[in-house]
């Protein structure tokens, strides 16, 4: 009974330091990176409420963000930087995943975990391996891989990303388009863009977003190469919504002082979800992970994040 009631208490006690942290999430007292780390600390300490749905609620919730941030993002500016980086995004996912192929038969990993995972460095992490898993019949390890390579590095490129851009003296702009094409997760992206600033963070989630439109062609071919069911594709319905609420707000601009408070609104709620993504990663699980997923992972990331630097700077 002792035992019962010291197992209650801790339990009570590690949900209340949950929430507390989630809360603070939302105010400027915890940056993005700290987010991640403090999730990343309570999943290895064994401290995250295990009858919570978080991988759920991390998802809802960055859906939502992700259109709040729509409303903080001018229709034609959108337009311009999309087709101005058209060539850049369609380039960098063909690349990625004839590359992800390559490497795949080279390291001599399951077919499909290796499609996962240069779907995710190509596209946009997490929302492209969970759309392309039913298209191509994967099996809920081999998705729980690619989950797993993509969030870790998607960690990586938090930190190291801002810290790269800084010391290459990278434009608002430039750091915007690198970080959208070289960053997995929209999540992340957005993460990394804030810190650097709010031009960069304008045009990191739009060219993101127009990179996630292509979740449901890629998602098409994949079943057809895998002979998997297009019916299973899950589209992305928050793109449109975000794409619904730039529209709004150019149409409607006496309403600019609720866009400004859902804009600001919603980057906190993102540096939230950041905490909540941490705390779905384990050293657990990044060891079972396996050392030819990341490799290919690593590659991948490599690959598309030092090409597109380099077409930035000397070709952009």
């Known amino acids: 009974m002792t035992s019962y009631i010291r197992h209650f208490r801790d339990t009570r006690l590690t949900s209340w330091l949950f929430i507390l942290i989630g809360l603070l999430c939302l105010t400027p007292v915890i940056s993005s990176p700290m987010a991640l780390v403090l999730g990343f600390s ?3 300490l064994g401290w995250v409420p295990e009858q919570w749905p978080i991988a759920t609620l991390t998802k ?3 859906a939502y963000s992700i259109v709040g941030l729509g409303f903080g993002i001018q229709l034609q500016t959108a337009i311009a930087i999309s087709l101005d980086n058209l060539g850049l995004i369609l380039g960098s996912i063909l690349c990625t ?4 192929s390559l490497l795949t038969r080279l390291l001599k990993l399951d077919i499909k975990t290796g499609h996962l995972i240069a779907c995710g460095t190509a596209i946009c992490g997490g929302s492209a391996i969970a759309a392309v898993a039913p298209a191509v019949g994967a099996r809920s390890e081999q998705t729980a891989l690619a989950l797993a ?3 870790i590095l998607n960690s990586v490129a938090l930190f190291v990303f801002p810290a790269i851009g800084h010391l290459l003296q990278l434009s ?3 750091f915007g388009v690198w970080s959208a094409i070289a960053i997995h997760d929209t999540s992340s992206v957005v993460g990394a863009a804030s810190a650097y600033g709010d031009e960069a963070l304008t045009t990191a989630t739009t060219i993101k977003l127009a990179r996630a439109l292509w979740i449901v062609p890629v998602a098409l071919l994949s079943a057809l190469v895998f002979g998997g069911s297009s019916r299973k594709i899950a589209v992305p319905y928050f793109i449109l ?3 619904a609420a730039i529209a709004m707000a150019q149409l409607f601009p006496q309403g600019q002082v609720w866009y400004q408070l859902a804009f600001d609104l919603s980057k906190r709620m993102l540096v939230l979800c950041l905490f ?3 705390a779905g990663i384990t050293a657990r699980k990044m060891r079972a992970n396996g050392p030819k997923p990341l490799l290919l992972g690593v590659l991948l990331w490599l690959a598309i994040g030092s090409g597109s630097l380099l077409y930035i700077l000397y070709w952009h």
């Open 172 to 174: 608002q702009y430039e």
């Open 60 to 62: 809802k919730l960055l």
């Open 241 to 243: 919504f975000y794409c």
């Open 42 to 44: 309570l999943a290895s």
């Open 276 to 278: 909540l993504i941490g």
């Open 149 to 151: 390579c993509v969030f």
């Open 97 to 100: 995943l004839a590359l992800g």
